[in-house]
């Protein structure tokens, strides 16, 4: 296969994982933004279209002509450089174009894509390739959002509507572990274009120092979850930040986000397979970073840094699981290693989301991807159980500001060694 | 044909032009909430039939289930009595059910119904029937507002969409002219039960003692609107009443809701047929209170009272214009008496809304209807181009808070005589 | 006396009464501004001499300059047409001039004032005469508002702070009577120049048409209002207008503004003389306008509209209490007649704040003092115990938005007669 | 002189300096907080005077009894673990206890801390002596901020208040020098209780990796920054990080805090010393983290990271400025080293405030002073023109939230080496 059939045999596969997500979606699931963080369905389909169009099309096929004049304007989501922009907090307001002119859209995105790698030449191969590379990457991305956006548009109808399918069989509870490591001058980040793709914010590969440290070889459960809260852990301050302690009393947090008393006082939650009751064995998720923080305050431990989470997934192996899911799973019998560290949850760390040093953002405005914003978030790593499979890796920074709840966000903890 | 198949025809009737003006829009259309005042066109669809489903069907009809539990919790607009209901601002969240399934919930009460009328017993009917017809007039209320909310809806979209149909061809101006009235100790509100449907809110009939008085013919048009634009009466703090002075300030009111400037600095107006040039001759629309007192203190006029404005009505008689249309429509030749009374534009009085001497609401949950409101807000009287055939009188009273932009509001000018 | 020597004795009384009520103050109770609608005491000090220096001297002085330039922009309340202003909400971040500077202010142009009605001529007096008297009567409208504004400032501070004073003894609670008025077509409104000053929204003098009613004899106390409490008024939806309840659960409103619970459940209530408890005899006061309604609606009757007020007031005469207080009194024993009509508290009328039949605004910046605050206000009548001596009459018209609770406002029933 | 000398004469020297820096202020200063980061002088006096009531009297002093019970509750900052506290944002709204009180009340708090200091053991003396030195430096952290908050009230006021002193002469601009640091595995953080005083976010010292690079010999200039607005630095949106753009958009930011337009178009600074012209050699002050990160941007550079900063200083050694003066003076003259370190601006750094690894906060309430802020702060390094003598040390770790501007806040560029 050509390197140009192999490059369009993936941009095929992503784009209609795209629209297999979006399948059990009505357009009116599809139009509505419940929240200024939350984008609506068929704007997801339409903005990872946009950038194709934009990024590619417009610089790289030579009879470019825009879809539709108004689209730049619309599907546009934060690329000040491009020109402006549609403000974010309306998306929501956007009736039209509908879910199914939407898919019109990217059709005819896609076979100009089709069309330009059929006749491109190896110059311009070249030139595309990482804009495309950027493309798939950034509508996995997009993947991951449209269910995690999707879950909390489901999560405020009180008919607690499913996506699809339905929950796992409960897991069964083992203890935690802790798996061990030495540290010292370590050396983490991306290693750069000969190791795959990797965005601008994993570079460059640097040394860090590291002091000996210990790792929980599994995710925080929700059964631990629930003897924090029969101890009070919404309602002591001690436990918190401060800024998660002003959170807590403004938001009246008193659970993760999307958990609900049922009539018997027990504990339901709200997943992408509607309503079920929690299971003490899966890892607890939709916390913030001020809940993972208080949490670990109380079982006396902490959060891992980014640095000590990439070194041992690196040193230690980190795979995905195998079987895709909706929803986090209870963790597989314990190994010795560590266990979840992929494809589960996102895993808070203790370390802002800043600038590795010699960090230098990409040309253009594709440099607006990562750099600005890193101020006033926080690093997660590992993916989770919505990330699109392929889109993980142990470089891998995800970041969200530190009360954010709705992204698959959970704790694993850490602690130093002696 | 008896008494219950003139109510069936007359609820036939009334439920299929909810649907006729639900027809041209999509199911992302009828979905969302472009602001908290808007509601989506399927909640409209909706509450107007859990209106029958809860005042006359839970009543009156004997096998009744309701159709979904939910439904009650959701559809509910602001009945305090009849239990909790979704969050107002939050109806733009709900996603399902979507429009096509609010249609079988409508079919299904619609069939109740008709089951219900088909075997009612003559003293069943008498108490049905002021349900009946207070829901006919209650959903009639709302297809108003349905195309008034989805014309706010398809205003925040820079494509520019149409509703349907296309404007009228632009009017001919004509100069206005004054009607003298001697007012004196005239009698005001509803007649009652026996001259026909009315809200509580227009009884009883009383006595007002009105000064002599005159009324303009027609309403305030766009031409002389731009006159007071032309004249800056945006930027002229004498003008205005305090708080609308602040809300000119605080929002960057520069022109009415719905006017934008073209590039060639002309003005363009968006309507429920798309978005065109202003039409000098049509009447002035979507301007709040504070802006119809403003424009009146400019023109060293003022605005009517409701007294004035109802006596008005009455003595010299008002009928709803011939052609049903989407949007106000220039004022027919003079006649030496008032024009454009009822159907054109909701006209602003200088009357807060407030009880009648004597009013007593409703009894029951029906009875928050109206009385509730009655603080904080400002009587409009006379129809607008969106009120259904038939539903206007010279009694109504509408209301809205002064600051209001989105309803069809206009300005007729009122004055002093001597 | 002269009228010149007149006009300044009265000057003389009115200026040295400010600086009395400012006495017991210290500089810092002076410089706080508790909230928005509050103003600091040496505000209220200097801005009734700005009113002086801008209204007065710079029209009427010949060698006038002004005291300090920037005091212009710093004591303007409102008044657009003299100039930008300092934003009302940030009085309270002006430190200097401090209290002292503004006394200095205050001699000097009490010193300029007195040096002009010296040797004023009769065309100049003529001139200024209107002037003076809007100011005195100014003056007087800020001293009652120093006492309100002092009185929540000091009610945030948990050292419970007194003013001056103590409470009077407790009164004996008697039960409500009520007095009968057949109505008809009354004249309202103030006489004119001829019978003494007015405001220009008490004008002109006009017909009004008024139903046979009664109204209850004395205020509503504060064990009336236990009684709606204990009857869980603020709790039941059906009593309170749709704003009225969304502002009760939105504030938490349990009780009358300054009603505190003492350790044993008694209430107690912050006044000028300190945190006393509640006295069952004495009129209840700082109720908001929905409150005064839901009160009314709870008892079945419904609050006075201004003109059936001013209609009784003016037939059954209306006198000021003998003692001036800093606290509203129990009613004295009953007469046959209305007690309590002046100087107690503010009564919330039903009639919203609007133009009289005829009004025309003062000439010029003076202009500014009442007809753009004619939207979104309720009208009361009758003045409070805080009003100077000689501040009220029967047509008065002071006005409030309906959810304010900071003035001494008080509860009158009404009821239609038949 | 013995230990309990010598404690209690560093005790009287802060004490008083704290009462100097108040020397100039009217009770009316004392009183206001112009926002709700700032607190009135008074209440700083208090505060402090709080810390040595419940953290030494009453712990140590047998026949403690509080000086007045409320004052616990009104003075009171944060600490949660003390009990209930009077909110933030209303400190401004208490006026008693005024200036005058305060001083009885720090009076009577120093008279007992004499006293128990006089008769002290040993034993308590070992006790005591950690809480007296956190009291002391804990009080002149609030000397520093008492300077900065009272520049921001009085800055609120048109008479362009002088709080004391006149302004140095123009310095003399001088270019930019870099010093070069090889890095490499290096030690930061305080080296423990034998090293002399330290607060727990400065605990413990530890290893740290850091890449060769090198540092600005002094800080960015008032000149340098006219430099970056001539060039549109306020509004290129490619120079920000994507929140700090945000907020220049939101509030309006044309140049740093106080600084206003003189009429001629030139800038003038508001300054303790009163309004003045921009001095182009002197340090530029109050900007943001995000100001400084968008200058380092435009500037090709970027700011340093508390590591890189800390190892320049201790290298290259760090001295306080001779003059304590009261807004940042112009560098002296070029060493080859490092100048501006101490006692200037403080330096915003790239770091995140984060725990140290194997930070542990000090136990009790104590332990609320640092560790619940770590979150959403940037570190600054090297204290301030307001600094107090003796306040500033090389491992001092300063925090505010990125947006901040109105602390005494500068830039410091840094560079990789290559």
Not at 230 to 246: I, T
Not at 309 to 325: F, R, Y
Request: with cysteine; net charge negative; aromatic share 12%.
């Amino acid at each position: 296969m050509s390197d140009s059939d192999a490059l369009l045999a993936r941009f095929d596969e992503v784009r209609a994982h795209t629209e297999r997500l979006a399948a059990p979606l009505s357009p009116e699931d599809q139009t509505v933004q419940s929240m200024p963080d939350v984008s609506p369905t068929k704007w997801h389909r339409a903005h990872v279209t946009w950038f194709f169009e934009t990024f590619l099309l417009a610089e790289a096929d030579p009879g470019f002509t825009p879809f539709q004049d108004q689209y730049w304007f619309l599907f546009n989501s934060y690329y000040e450089g491009v020109g402006p922009r549609y403000q974010r907090a309306m998306r929501g307001a956007i009736t039209r174009p509908g879910a199914h002119d939407v898919g019109l859209y990217r059709r005819h995105v896609d076979d100009r894509v089709t069309d330009l790698l059929a006749r491109v030449d190896e110059g311009t191969l070249d030139k595309v390739r990482p804009v495309l590379e950027l493309g798939f990457h950034h509508e996995q991305q997009h993947q991951e959002l449209l269910l995690m956006d999707i879950k909390h548009v489901l999560s405020l109808n009180p008919l607690r509507p499913v996506y699809a399918g339905s929950p796992a069989d409960p897991g069964v509870p083992d203890r935690l572990r802790w798996v061990s490591f030495e540290g010292g001058l370590v050396e983490i980040g991306h290693e750069g274009p000969g190791a795959g793709f990797s965005y601008d914010n994993e570079l460059p590969r640097h040394a860090s120092y590291v002091g000996p440290y210990r790792l929980a070889d599994r995710l925080v459960t929700n059964g631990e979850w629930l003897a924090f809260l029969a101890d009070g852990g919404y309602h002591r301050h001690e436990l918190w930040l401060s800024d998660g302690w002003s959170r807590v009393q403004a938001e009246g947090w008193e659970a993760p986000l999307y958990w609900t008393r049922a009539d018997d006082g027990s504990w339901l939650e709200h997943t992408l397979h509607g309503t079920h009751p929690v299971d003490p064995a899966a890892p607890v998720c939709h916390v913030s970073h001020y809940e993972a923080d208080a949490y670990a305050t109380w079982a006396g431990k902490r959060l891992p840094t980014e640095a000590e989470w990439e070194h041992a997934a690196t040193v230690s192996g980190a795979v995905e699981p195998a079987v895709n899911a909706l929803h986090p799973r209870a963790a597989g019998p314990a190994t010795g290693g560590l266990r979840q560290m992929l494809g589960d949850c996102w895993e808070w760390t203790g370390s802002a989301y800043l600038p590795y040093p010699g960090f230098r953002p990409a040309e253009g405005a594709i440099g607006e991807y990562n750099g600005k914003f890193m101020s006033g978030q926080m690093v997660l790593r590992g993916g989770c159980a919505l990330t699109p499979p392929g889109h993980t890796r142990a470089t891998y920074r995800n970041f969200y500001p530190p009360g954010a709840r709705w992204p698959v966000t959970g704790v694993r903890l850490a602690d130093d060694a002696r």
